[in-house]
């Protein structure tokens, strides 16, 4: 049930010198919804259309609000129609055959208006003060809900990377059997976790013992050199290591991580994993009609995004920091978007979930639209009513008036 | 003697029955031709009632109204015996009197 916009209904009450439950206002507000529905039925519900309904609504209750509390100023809905001046109330008669200004308005109350004129000031200023607040206030809710959403899936993203690391590290454990009871052992980790496409076991100066592989034949004692290999090296010396993403047939994301062992079966196992699952994570999120979440490793590539056109650009870093709540930035797309973003602890990748302004302040503009609209509306009608002159003319009483 | 106004209202409210309220009011009287603003009908329905010729009763508050009630109005004994005065006169006027078709 739509109603009218409460400020609307304070100037109307107001202007009618009426209470909050004055059955005027209970006929203003029926009807402000009766053409609410019928301004719907005409030009549809959606987009700028919904503006439309709203002004055409508005404009009603305004037109409407100010056609009674006209008449209720030169009546004086509260007073005997006995006390009124004559002339003031043979304007009014003559006035009713008319939607026209009051003749008797301009004349009779010098107050009215500088006081309409005060009113419509007063009304600009809060109208903008209102609306200033409220476009911040929702930027810095949308970019809150953004960054909900970017830690969200940086947390399942985390989730997923450290399940792989622990099924790693239990195959390891494993390792000091026989080399065929390590193969098989390797076999069902791979069984239990799809995204791991390739296990291999290194001993503790970096010679291959056993690769188990989706993409190649399984082989054991190989003794390839990997003493030189980055992944070797910075597993010995931090005791985990996680690679920079890259991509098998142009689209399909990878990481290499590497864990070492200790003790007796000392070395290293480096393991290749798809992130096809972590894409599906960041394209699940939604962020209104046109917004999206991307993935940035720790070189600053986007390794997982809305499509694949946006896979490898290049991220700058720098700007990570920069990216403050609520203001505008370029995004992936290259239109200025609304950015939040959340870090993946293990891995130190980052998600971006960003929202055009176009979208994001569409509510904004059209509370804006309507705002003046209803004022440039409100306004009209108070420069009528009060530009208009002359005196009412008694003589123009209807015959037979009983009054 | 009542205005034209007075009357539009007063058969309205007449045709409305219990529902007579001022958005009611309004559109029985549109449906007939003829168009009364708000401010103008409530102008006529206040001066009416201090005429003692119609009252009114408040109905219970709506959603779509804003919680706030509709304001019921129904003729009196003087308001029906005074719109049947006026249309009576108006009647004899009419009775017998031929206008041209064209002037």
Known sequence: MKQPPRAMERLAAFCLRASDDDSRLGDLSERYAHHHRRARERLGGSGWTAVLQHLFADAHYVAAAVNVALFAQVAGMGQPLAALPDAKFAGLVHSEGTMGPLPSVAGSSNWLKPALLLTAVAFLAAGASDIWYTWRQTEALIVGVQREKAEAAAAQIDRFVVAVRDKLAWSMDKAAGSPEQHRIDSLRVMRQVPELAEIVHLDAGGKELLRVSRFARDTAGSGADFSGDVRYLEARKRGTYVGAVYFRNATEPYVSLALARDGGNAGVTLAETSLLGVNGVVRSVKSGESGYAFLVDGSGRVVAGPDTGTLRQHFDKSRWSERDPGAVHTGLTGVPVLSAHAAVPTTGWRVFVELPTTEARQPLWSALLRGAGVLALGLAAVLLATASGGSARPGEAPLGSSR | ?103
């Open chain 2, 1 to 103: 003697m009542l205005t034209t106004r007075e009357q539009l209202v007063m058969l309205a409210i007449a045709r409305c029955g219990r529902e007579s309220y001022a958005l009611a009011i309004q559109d029985e009287i549109r449906s007939h031709g003829q168009t009364l603003t708000l401010g103008v009908l409530y102008t006529v329905l206040n001066r009416l009632e201090e005429r003692g010729l119609i009252r009114h009763r408040e109905g219970e508050p709506t959603p779509e109204r804003g919680d706030r009630p509709k304001r019921f109005h129904a003729l009196t004994g003087a308001g029906v015996r005074e719109l049947r005065s006026t249309l009576r006169v108006l009647d004899g006027l009419r009775a017998g009197t031929e206008l041209p078709e064209r002037t």
